[in-house]
């Protein structure tokens, strides 16, 4: 264990520890924290080192992360798979050295991607998906249109506020909306838990509400145009 008063790790001091199986931190340590085993700075945003003798074969690296730290991953050789996530712009040299085997999986056009192209890693693509948008109006009609929106992501699963209508500009938890008049150019994206996003492959445009007012005395009747 790393007593709270280690303020500085090199990157190299765990490179011979091949049977290390998890390092843990005190948790009054100001500089470093600990994750199942896994050592991190104190905010959890990089991963300065994953232990050489871990035998699982497949980790997840937290959303929150954004950098991961010289020889995070060298010579662990029982893992088959590590996800990415979209956040993760900075990777030190020899992160993945001696990982024979390894694929990396990543959103398509994320740093990790680059990072492995460039280092001959593989890799497999794996990004959030809008199924199916449902719900606009193919006859016309009087009523207001509500779209749903089907959406899946399969490496961290969707955001709390996953879904946006406007291009991104705002979003929310729920996956649909209702639009009480003809509205054109609506742009549809899905978001991640790691930030990453997916847009639905066409605008959406709804031009089939209309009302007819007809007045009848005092009151005014709504009637479906033909």
Known sequence: EIPSSVTSIDSEVFSSCSSLSEINVQEENKNYSSVNGILFNK????????????????????????????????RCSSLSEIKIPEGVTSIGGFAFYGCSGLTIYCRSNSYAKEYAVNNNINYTEINPEITSVTGNAEEWTHK????????????????EEAYSFDGGTTWQKENTKTYSQNTEGIVIKVKAKDGAIATYGETVNITKITKEHIAIGEFIIDKEAK
């Open 43 to 74: 905010e959890k945003t990089k991963i300065i080192k994953y232990p050489a003798g871990k035998k699982e074969t497949s980790y997840k690296i937290p959303e929150g992360v954004t950098s991961i730290g010289p020889s995070a991953f060298s």
């Open 144 to 159: 207001n249109v509500t779209l749903k929106v089907e959406a899946k992501d399969t490496m961290y699963g969707l955001a």
